[in-house]
């Protein structure tokens, strides 16, 4: 159970996002003055080449529970998020993307599956996961083929039972998060992918919300992308096989 008054951290992990970055922060601030709970936020600044560091740094001098964790070099979306999900605090950890693609607002679904003994509660764009799920705003046609044809593949190869495994938004208990990022491997987009299936292999118990999804066209993942995460995809379940991991 998550008690009344538990601690939330909120990681936001950010590339070049000066444009969308000052807005996100001010939804989450505006969300989490609805609580009394204790809670941090975390930008993680994976080596931004366009202002993102100076608007970090101007929004935390209004908002006292923001920390900023600066760094130079580019690593990837997967590398960012672990470093900030394991310098989190808090009893529960969410990470969310910089564009609040997926609103904070979220969270109102998830507590109450935390508050059921669930570990890790994710949002799914895809109906077949949560049936109210949608995209308000979808991706190009041949953005969602792609997805779609990864997903089947993700499915057989990682991460069974699990439709949407790349939306941007997940919530752990501090151990579960722990436990799995400090032995994820994955730098880049597929890291949502190791994630999931250390915490299915893990025996967390997984609890899926529907997502109301925008996209943004101004979006950092490329087409290339997509190949890249099937090729993690194959790295994940070779490190299944070859007991990389401490399951």
């Given at each position: 159970m998550?008690p009344p008054?538990?601690?939330?951290?909120i990681?936001?992990?950010?590339y070049?996002?000066?444009?969308?970055?000052?807005?996100t922060l001010?939804?989450?601030?505006?969300y989490?003055?609805?609580f009394?709970i204790?809670?941090?936020i975390?930008?993680?600044?994976?080596?931004?080449t366009d202002?993102?560091r100076e608007?970090?740094?101007?929004?935390a001098?209004d908002?006292?529970?923001?920390?900023?964790?600066?760094?130079?070099?580019?690593?990837?979306k997967?590398?960012t998020?672990?470093?900030?999900?394991?310098?989190a605090?808090?009893?529960?950890?969410?990470f969310?993307?910089?564009?609040?693609?997926?609103?904070?607002?979220?969270f109102?679904?998830?507590?109450?599956?935390?508050?059921?003994?669930?570990?890790?509660?994710?949002?799914?764009?895809?109906?077949k996961?949560?049936?109210?799920?949608?995209?308000?705003?979808?991706?190009?046609?041949?953005?969602?083929?792609l997805g779609?044809?990864?997903?089947?593949?993700?499915?057989i190869a990682a991460?069974?039972?699990i439709?949407?495994?790349?939306c941007g938004?997940?919530?752990?208990?501090a151990?579960?998060a722990e436990r799995?990022?400090?032995?994820t491997?994955?730098?880049?987009?597929?890291?949502?992918?190791?994630?999931?299936?250390l915490?299915?292999?893990l025996g967390y118990?997984?609890?899926?919300?529907?997502?109301r999804w925008?996209n943004?066209e101004?979006?950092?993942?490329?087409?290339?992308?997509?190949l890249?995460?099937?090729?993690d995809?194959f790295?994940?379940?070779?490190n299944?096989l070859?007991g990389r991991y401490?399951?």
């Amino acid at each position: 159970m998550t008690p009344p008054g538990f601690n939330l951290s909120i990681v936001v992990p950010a590339y070049n996002e000066a444009a969308r970055l000052p807005s996100t922060l001010q939804r989450i601030q505006e969300y989490l003055s609805r609580f009394s709970i204790s809670a941090e936020i975390i930008v993680v600044l994976d080596g931004p080449t366009d202002s993102t560091r100076e608007m970090a740094r101007a929004a935390a001098r209004d908002m006292p529970q923001l920390k900023i964790l600066d760094r130079k070099i580019n690593r990837g979306k997967g590398f960012t998020v672990r470093e900030g999900m394991l310098a989190a605090s808090g009893q529960i950890r969410l990470f969310c993307d910089a564009d609040n693609s997926t609103d904070i607002a979220h969270f109102d679904k998830m507590k109450p599956l935390f508050d059921q003994g669930y570990d890790i509660v994710i949002a799914s764009r895809s109906a077949k996961d949560a049936p109210e799920a949608l995209q308000v705003v979808s991706q190009a046609w041949y953005k969602r083929a792609l997805g779609r044809l990864g997903n089947r593949i993700v499915q057989i190869a990682a991460v069974r039972g699990i439709w949407d495994t790349q939306c941007g938004f997940k919530a752990f208990r501090a151990e579960a998060a722990e436990r799995i990022f400090a032995q994820t491997t994955i730098e880049g987009w597929g890291f949502d992918i190791e994630v999931l299936a250390l915490a299915q292999r893990l025996g967390y118990k997984i609890g899926i919300v529907s997502a109301r999804w925008l996209n943004d066209e101004r979006s950092n993942v490329k087409l290339s992308d997509y190949l890249d995460v099937l090729g993690d995809t194959f790295t994940v379940r070779r490190n299944l096989l070859s007991g990389r991991y401490r399951l």
